[in-house]
């Protein structure tokens, strides 16, 4: 099967779909390119869930086409589901095997021979070697997620959808995870991602999306997503508390917050800090520390979608 490096990895055109009278979702259109991290964000009832089925081709198209390195996943769907592996959102388990069972079977299913060189690895790499000789029902809703992540990860796709891939597991499994996908971007596998930890999003996608009522609202760079709000804050902490702010300050639109302990001062891209530290020197106290602070991913989100959860 020889796919050309210009080829996008994914790409959906117009995809649509319609339950009854609700539209899930409205003509999405992005690209993913060959090697990318990319982000799929939106708030619950977006359509995240609904998209990553029609890309995966187990929910049909109400319009638009879904191509995976070329190939359509309606018409050529053998193609394109041994391309892709997808990890959902919700605990899919098989309880009549246990986990070493499933491994050494689940490449079948893609018209792969196992493995089991590459099946250690996972089995390593993702710390399932205690729970070999279990079945699922008899794991932790982590480990499940980690035996979930491996089957996807099985016959070696060169697309790894993830939905909620690190929901339910301590800090450490998060971060062995996320090592773990590093990895695999190394070796050329593009990933799709949806997390509910908006700062994992921002520390690991190239490109973010974010979805709001079926539609596509934000797509760019993860770095121009975060510069598209001019939200930089200077914060100073004294150590006696301000009744109010210096009238200088205070038509700058400082705020006085923590008891009076702590200011919150708005950067403008046009404004003079040299100016700005001699009203600072006015200050009739202390001046303990000084941080500069800018937008994060969560504070984009909640301005282009008026959510409070993903």
């Given at each position: 099967?020889?796919?050309?490096?210009?080829?996008?990895?994914?790409?959906?055109?117009?995809?649509s779909k319609r339950y009854d009278k609700q539209l899930a979702v409205d003509?999405?259109?992005?690209?993913?390119?060959?090697?990318?991290?990319?982000?799929?964000?939106g708030p619950n009832g977006a359509g995240k869930s609904t998209l990553i089925n029609l890309i995966s081709g187990l929910t049909r198209l109400s319009g638009g086409r879904v191509l995976v390195f070329g190939h359509d996943n309606q018409s050529d769907f053998e193609t394109t589901r041994r391309l892709t592996g997808v990890m959902p959102q919700e605990i899919v388990i098989d309880n009549f095997f246990t986990l070493e069972q499933s491994l050494r079977m689940h490449?079948?299913?893609?018209?792969?021979?196992d493995d089991p060189v590459w099946r250690r690895t996972l089995v390593e790499r993702l710390a399932l070697e205690p729970y070999l000789k279990r079945k699922p029902l008899q794991l932790s809703g982590g480990t499940k997620r980690r035996h979930m992540l491996a089957k996807a990860l099985i016959h070696k796709p060169r697309?790894?959808?993830?939905?909620?891939?690190?929901?339910?597991?301590?800090?450490?499994?998060?971060?062995?995870?996320?090592?773990?996908?590093?990895?695999?971007?190394?070796?050329?596998?593009?990933?799709?991602?949806?997390?509910?930890?908006?700062?994992?999003?921002?520390?690991?996608?190239?490109?973010?999306?974010?979805?709001?009522?079926?539609?596509?609202?934000?797509?760019?760079?993860?770095?121009?997503?975060?510069?598209?709000?001019?939200?930089r804050k200077l914060l100073v902490r004294v150590s006696a508390p301000l009744m109010e702010t210096l009238p200088a300050l205070r038509e700058i639109g400082a705020q006085v917050l923590e008891g009076g302990h702590l200011l919150s001062i708005p950067l403008s891209s046009d404004g003079l800090l040299g100016d700005l530290l001699v009203k600072l020197a006015a200050?009739?106290?202390?001046?303990?520390?000084?941080?500069?602070?800018?937008?994060?991913?969560?504070?984009?989100?909640?301005?282009?979608t008026g959510a409070r959860h993903v």
């Open positions: 099967m020889s796919v050309s490096h210009a080829t996008p990895a994914l790409e959906i055109l117009g995809a003509g999405v259109s992005f690209s993913i390119e060959p090697g990318e991290v990319f982000g799929l964000l490449a079948g299913y893609y018209g792969y021979a697309l790894l959808i993830l939905d909620e891939p690190t929901a339910g597991v301590d800090v450490e499994l998060r971060h062995n995870i996320w090592s773990f996908v590093r990895e695999m971007r190394a070796m050329g596998t593009t990933v799709l991602l949806t997390t509910h930890y908006l700062e994992e999003a921002q520390e690991m996608c190239d490109r973010i999306a974010i979805l709001a009522k079926g539609k596509i609202v934000a797509l760019d760079r993860t770095s121009n997503l975060l510069r598209s709000i001019d939200d200050l009739p106290t202390k001046i303990e520390e000084v941080e500069s602070k800018s937008a994060d991913l969560e504070e984009v989100f909640l301005s282009l």
